[in-house]
């Protein structure tokens, strides 16, 4: 039941938090499949999630628009038209507000409802859920859909609150827009975010400074308006399409080469190179199967890609320091963009290498850094986030004898499956750390992970099991075996990523998400469902 508010009347068996891709499929699993009572609480004023919040200039998916969607219902397939070939965060907020009006999910959404804490009875076997507004709501499932990126990394930076001017983080852009027509912009920041939003930034600023700390790789997205044609042929392709995101380890609509770079010869390399970068996006990573796993691999491709930039940027300053990179192409998230380093091209560009000469502070008139000083009306952090465990840290979790999240984690997230912490029983992560989450595209880890926790729960309920709770040892197993695949990559590699949780000061250095692809993940959670969820204690 539910009212016109979205708020859930009765008692509740599932709270859901976060109305974004996961919180409104899970929502669908739970309430539309098994007939539970759902209550979601989302704190943004609308359906989104990230795409809610990350509504900065150039902000778009890097992952193609039919291919970043949900599969559940070929209905909605068919209904739903993307305009380009990467949809942008507009586009993105109109298709989950359109999956939320098609399948009447608003009704149990409560907006503008920033959860503060969630903390478990044992003696009732519940979850009370406490707002920032002083509400309260109980129910026996809780599921975290809260999102990998959804917290906002402002980094310590002496000074900021004497910045005559303004700043923004990208993760928390304001609604309306910023302008910044006549204005001189600092951006600091060149991660997926910061390579977005250079080039659009630059078009009105009167002049940009991008500050790098770390130069990155980036390919060419080539974005385009999709044709009446193309439109079609996703469509009429889409259970072809899905089943390649099902197959393949990071859920891309294409197969990596099964080559490696290093059997062909040179000119076969560079063509095969050539082709991907006229073609662009993600799929460049897949031109040779070991390009993400072997070093000698991995280097055909990165020097290909310094050729390239070199090739673009005109002033050998710029390039010198775009170029002064220190880590293998993939070990971080791969950016993909518009215009990038085209855009070091413009007078009004300007970079400013902050490992050589670091911010020292930030003053009321701009930046100062150990050699200079900027003087700047805006500021832009696109400087990421606290990444996949900042989000469930926010909030206070308690599980079984009062355990914090926050002090089962203090050495770093340990989970089974990426989807149970033991001692928090009947609390389910989705996209949580130790699930591929962020090296998949997300909808696909998604759907995965909802009806996962759907069949769980329904087996409880048909099995009269009022608990479900990870062991401590398949956990601690289940980290092992993250580390091992994670090793298996170059990931590891790269020793500042926020896979890593490098970027954040004071943050335990895990590695995450789990790398071994999708397809065994996917298996892997199979097997112990059948095997009457193995690794979980299941109690009455
Ligand atoms: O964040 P990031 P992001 N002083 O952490 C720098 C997804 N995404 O928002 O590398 C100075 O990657 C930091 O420098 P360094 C995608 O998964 C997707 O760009 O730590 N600089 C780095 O340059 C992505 O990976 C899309 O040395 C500081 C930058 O800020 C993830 O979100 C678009 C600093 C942060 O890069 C995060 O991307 C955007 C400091 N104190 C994002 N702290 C698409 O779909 C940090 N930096 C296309």
């Known amino acids: 039941m539910a009212t016109q508010s979205g708020k859930t009347t009765g008692t509740l068996d599932a709270i859901i938090i976060g109305a974004g891709f996961s919180g409104l ?14 209550q979601v609480l989302e704190t ?36 739903w038209e993307w305009s380009e070939r990467y949809p942008d965060d507009a586009e993105l907020r109109r298709y989950l507000d359109f999956v939320a009006d098609r399948f009447d999910l608003k ?33 026996k499932y809780l599921i975290a859909a809260v999102g990998c990126l959804s917290t906002a990394n402002v980094p310590r930076i002496a000074g900021l609150e004497s910045f005559a001017g303004h700043w923004y983080h990208t993760g928390e852009w304001p609604h309306d827009g910023v302008d910044f027509t006549g204005k001189r912009v600092g951006m600091i920041g060149t991660g997926s975010t910061g390579i977005q939003a250079a080039p659009v930034i630059a078009e009105t600023a009167s002049h940009l400074t991008v500050f790098q700390r770390t130069a990155n790789y980036s390919i060419p997205a080539r974005n385009a308006a999709l044709s009446e044609e193309y439109k079609r042929f996703y469509k009429e392709r889409a259970p072809e399409i899905r089943k390649t995101t099902r197959e393949t380890p990071n859920g891309y609509p294409f197969k990596p080469n099964p080559k490696s770079a290093l ?8 063509a095969a190179y050539e082709e991907a970068w006229a073609r662009g996006g993600m799929q460049f990573r897949a031109t040779f199967r070991d390009i993400v796993l072997h070093k000698e691999a991995n280097e055909t491709a990165a020097a290909f890609i310094r050729h390239k930039i070199a090739q673009v940027v005109k002033d050998p300053k710029k390039a010198a320091i775009l170029l002064d990179i220190d880590h293998a192409y993939g070990a971080k998230r791969p950016p993909i963009d ?22 020292e502070r930030i003053i009321s008139s701009g930046i100062r850094t150990a050699d200079a000083e900027y003087p700047l009306d805006i500021i832009v952090f696109a400087t990421g986030f606290d990444a996949m465990t900042g989000p469930l840290l926010r909030m206070d979790i308690r599980g079984r004898d009062g355990l914090r999240l926050a002090d089962a984690w203090e050495a770093g997230p340990t989970t089974y499956l990426g989807l149970q912490v033991a001692g928090f029983p009947n609390l389910f992560t989705m996209t949580g750390p130790g699930s591929p989450s962020v090296l998949c595209v997300m909808p696909v880890a998604i759907e995965q992970h909802g009806e996962w926790i759907a069949s769980c729960i329904d ?13 401590p040892e398949a956990a601690e197993k289940w980290v092992e075996h993250v580390n091992e695949a994670a090793n298996e990559t170059l990931l590891v590699t790269a020793k500042h990523s926020w896979y890593l949780g490098a970027n954040i000061p004071g943050k335990p ?11 065994r993940y996917r298996q892997k959670c199979d097997e112990v469902a059948a095997a009457g969820y193995e690794g979980f204690v299941l109690s009455r």
């Open 338 to 359: 518009n215009g990038y380093f085209e855009c070091f091209n413009r007078d009004n560009v300007s970079l400013v290498d902050i490992k050589a000469a670091p911010i």
């Open 44 to 79: 943004g004023s609308a359906v989104g999630g990230t795409w809610y919040w990350n509504r900065y200039p150039g902000a778009r998916c890097d992952v193609e628009s039919y291919a970043y969607c949900y599969t559940f219902s070929p209905e909605l397939t068919e209904e």
């Open 107 to 139: 009704r149990n959404i409560q907006f503008n409802t920033r959860v503060t804490s969630a903390w478990y009875d044992e003696a009732a076997n519940t979850w009370t859920v406490k707002t920032e507004a002083g509400e309260s709501f109980t129910a």
């Open 509 to 519: 250095r895990v590695f995450m998400p789990y790398a071994g692809g999708m397809p």
């Open 25 to 38: 499929y899970q929502l669908i699993c739970l309430r539309d499949r098994l007939g539970l009572n759902v």
């Open 263 to 270: 059997e062909v010869t040179p000119e076969e390399r560079e």
């Open 459 to 471: 087996y409880m309920r048909k099995n009269d099991i009022a608990r479900i709770e990870a062991k």
